[in-house]
């Protein structure tokens, strides 16, 4: 069975930072690209960030081009989310998926992602 855990979510001011990290078992790993989306009340959820197996391969809503990286680790099967320089627009419930690797579908839809978690709440107050 395929889980997908978040952690790392909270409460901060606009200007901080927060790191969110994924911990996949059940897969893997190294055969799945691992994306990150969120989910803002009201809206349908997008994305954020993905990370392919070659840890130099990686893509970025333009939203949080050089705010946010995201990063993997094989060996500890995690994908890792830093985010700086947080706005209240931020605020979102932050996704984690996974996508095996031999998809040619779109990796900005949710449609192209096989497994997901359950999400972590992050807010940003002004």
């Known amino acids: 069975q395929v889980q997908l855990v978040e952690s790392g979510g909270g409460l901060v001011h606009t200007g901080d930072s927060l790191t969110l990290s994924c911990v996949a078992s059940g897969l893997t790993f190294d055969n799945y690209a691992m994306g990150w989306f969120r989910q803002a009340p009201g809206k349908e959820r997008e994305f954020v960030a993905v990370?392919?197996?070659?840890?130099?391969?990686?893509n970025y809503a333009d939203s949080v081009r050089g705010r946010f990286t995201i990063s993997r680790d094989n060996a500890k099967n995690t994908v890792y989310l830093q985010m700086n320089s947080l706005k209240p627009e931020d605020t979102a419930v932050y996704y984690c998926?996974?996508?095996?690797?031999?998809?040619?579908?779109?990796?900005?839809?949710?449609?192209?992602?096989?497994?997901w978690g359950q999400g972590t709440q992050v807010t940003v107050s002004s």
């Open positions: 990370i392919r197996w070659s840890v130099s391969s990686t």
């Open positions: 998926a996974a996508r095996r690797y031999d998809r040619v579908d779109s990796h900005l839809r949710v449609s192209g992602y096989d497994y």
